[in-house]
């Protein structure tokens, strides 16, 4: 077994100790034999040289005192890792020869998967653009980065695009339902993106979602299935890849693609990363939590400016898992109130939130219900307090529509214009 030489590079990691080359890094005959093959391909100026670039540097990244964003850990092996990317696997050892706190490398197998990626096997980014019949399809070879186009140069006016697809049967398929969702079912939008393509992380569906193999690092839970898990630690790293470029891109999750959306979102918050609102995500028939949606996009500073981020059928995966019976809303707007209202808007905002929290109860347990418990708690006329809330709920829009300055402000709901009034009484 070797150990790898170290690259002199500008932002070399440094070593915990007196090394100074990071964490060393071991392979024995045959893989120290492929590094070095792949090693002299990535100075050519090709494609393949460029493959051989990705990989190289993602050996590199082992150096780090963190594993990388799109590594895994093995269940029941706490010291076996899975560095996974659109076209290879690394599958190593972090152990420790030297004790104390420093670790190594021993990378045990690289696989490449460029097979598995051409036959839609293995999770991988794509470049979507239209053949000759107007029609959207793959290339030949997938995008092993993703980088911005002439039609979607990734500024702020033109971002880069960019899908995630659910649990559909067909990659066509997958590829005709994104470009729907990510214009939104606007046919003009959709015209648009004929014309300028679009990028997609294309995730393989699984009958078996609960196969037992590598598990997400310090995953929340075991909700995704393999693959969505290896496609989440790719798109962290093509997250901070688009980071780093300092490009503006829009991620459209549809379905169960929102579990790998938030899950790779939710790992670059535990690393802290800033995206300073260039990148931001919608999600559209969402099966997970979108309070745990916007939770994760704010941490990660993303860009929240729009109202409508997020749409869903009244499905029950919807409703049980995107919405949480509706709690979702209300739970986004209790953490948008504590962490990141300015002081002078809370109080509006805490009226805001009284409001749709009473609206949330009264359409869960009925006028009946609230009266019920209301009459409870106070010792009161169960029939009395019906009729109370029962008019209460029915007067207060038109009651707060007809404050002085209400029509002001466009109208969301009776919670906003009440909120309005309450921090911007002088403003138009």
Same mark, same amino acid.
């Given at each position: 077994?070797?150990?790898?030489?170290?690259?002199?590079?500008?932002?070399?990691?440094?070593?915990?100790?007196?090394?100074?080359?990071?964490?060393?890094?071991?392979?024995?005959?045959?893989?120290?034999?492929?590094?070095?093959?792949?090693?002299?391909?990535?100075?050519?100026?090709?494609?393949?040289?460029?493959?051989?670039?990705?990989?190289?540097?993602?050996?590199?990244?082992?150096?780090?005192?963190?594993?990388?964003?799109?590594?895994?850990?093995?269940?029941?092996?706490?010291?076996?890792?899975?560095?996974?990317?659109?076209?290879?696997?690394?599958?190593?050892?972090?152990?420790?020869?030297?004790?104390?706190?420093?670790?190594?490398?021993?990378?045990?197998?690289?696989?490449?998967?460029?097979?598995?990626?051409?036959?839609?096997?293995?999770?991988?980014?794509?470049?979507?653009?239209?053949?000759?019949?107007?029609?959207?399809?793959?290339?030949?070879?997938?995008?092993?980065?993703?980088?911005?186009?002439?039609?979607?140069?990734?500024?702020?006016?033109?971002?880069?695009?960019?899908?995630?697809?659910?649990?559909?049967? !067909?990659?066509?398929? %997958?590829? =005709? @339902?994104? $470009?729907? #969702?990510?214009?939104?079912?606007? /046919?003009?939008? &959709?015209? +648009?993106?004929?014309?300028?393509?679009?990028?997609?992380?294309?995730?393989?569906?699984?009958?078996?979602?609960?196969?037992?193999?590598?598990?997400?690092?310090?995953?929340?839970?075991?909700?995704?299935?393999? !693959?969505?898990?290896? %496609?989440? =630690? @790719?798109? $962290?790293? #093509?997250?901070?890849?688009?980071? /780093?470029?300092? &490009?503006? +891109?829009?991620?459209?999750?549809?379905?169960?693609?929102?579990?790998?959306?938030?899950?790779?979102?939710?790992?670059?918050?535990?690393?802290?990363?800033?995206?300073?609102?260039?990148?931001?995500?919608?999600?559209?028939?969402?099966?997970?939590? =979108?309070?745990? $949606?916007?939770?994760?996009?704010?941490?990660?500073?993303?860009?929240?400016?729009?109202?409508?981020?997020?749409?869903?059928?009244?499905?029950?995966?919807?409703?049980?898992?995107?919405?949480?019976?509706?709690?979702?809303?209300?739970?986004?707007?209790?953490?948008?109130?504590?962490?990141?209202?300015?002081?002078?808007?809370?109080?509006?905002?805490?009226?805001?939130?009284?409001?749709?929290?009473?609206?949330?109860?009264?359409?869960?347990?009925?006028?009946?219900?609230?009266?019920?418990?209301?009459?409870?708690?106070?010792?009161?006329?169960?029939?009395?307090?019906?009729?109370?809330?029962?008019?209460?709920?029915?007067?207060?829009?038109?009651?707060?529509?007809?404050?002085?300055?209400?029509?002001?402000?466009?109208?969301?709901?009776?919670?906003?214009?009440?909120?309005?009034?309450?921090?911007?009484?002088?403003?138009?």
């Amino acid at each position: 077994m070797g150990q790898l030489p170290a690259t002199q590079t500008s932002n070399a990691l440094q070593a915990w100790g007196k090394r100074d080359s990071g964490r060393a890094i071991f392979a024995n005959g045959s893989q120290r034999q492929i590094l070095d093959n792949f090693r002299q391909l990535s100075t050519q100026q090709s494609s393949a040289g460029y493959h051989a670039q990705v990989l190289i540097k993602a050996v590199d990244s082992l150096r780090g005192p963190a594993s990388p964003v799109n590594s895994m850990l093995k269940p029941n092996h706490p010291t076996r890792r899975l560095l996974v990317a659109g076209g290879f696997e690394i599958e190593y050892e972090l152990n420790s020869y030297y004790g104390d706190c420093q670790t190594d490398v021993e990378i045990v197998a690289i696989r490449m998967v460029t097979a598995d990626v051409a036959e839609k096997r293995h999770p991988a980014l794509w470049q979507i653009a239209t053949n000759n019949r107007g029609r959207f399809t793959f290339p030949k070879k997938p995008s092993p980065k993703l980088i911005p186009s002439k039609t979607q140069q990734g500024s702020a006016t033109s971002p880069v695009k960019v899908g995630i697809n659910g649990q559909i049967a !067909q990659a066509n398929d %997958a590829v =005709r @339902i994104m $470009a729907n #969702h990510i214009s939104r079912g606007d /046919q003009s939008k &959709l015209s +648009v993106l004929v014309q300028s393509g679009f990028q997609l992380l294309y995730v393989p569906p699984e009958t078996g979602a609960w196969i037992a193999g590598w598990r997400t690092l310090k995953s929340l839970g075991n909700y995704g299935s393999e !693959q969505q898990q290896k %496609a989440a =630690r @790719i798109l $962290a790293q #093509h997250m901070l890849e688009a980071h /780093q470029q300092g &490009l503006h +891109v829009e991620w459209t999750s549809h379905g169960e693609g929102a579990w790998v959306l938030i899950e790779a979102m939710e790992f670059l918050g535990r690393g802290q990363v800033d995206l300073q609102q260039r990148q931001k995500i919608f999600l559209s028939d969402h099966t997970r939590s =979108r309070f745990t $949606a916007d939770r994760a996009r704010r941490k990660l500073n993303m860009d929240t400016q729009d109202d409508k981020w997020h749409n869903a059928a009244p499905g029950l995966t919807q409703t049980i898992g995107g919405e949480q019976l509706g709690l979702a809303p209300l739970l986004s707007a209790g953490n948008d109130l504590l962490h990141h209202t300015p002081r002078g808007d809370r109080l509006g905002k805490s009226v805001n939130l009284a409001w749709q929290t009473g609206d949330y109860l009264i359409k869960k347990w009925g006028m009946t219900g609230m009266a019920a418990g209301l009459a409870a708690s106070t010792g009161g006329s169960a029939a009395l307090a019906a009729a109370v809330v029962k008019a209460l709920h029915k007067l207060t829009p038109t009651v707060v529509a007809s404050l002085p300055g209400a029509r002001n402000h466009y109208f969301k709901s009776t919670g906003d214009q009440l909120q309005q009034l309450i921090n911007k009484p002088n403003k138009p």
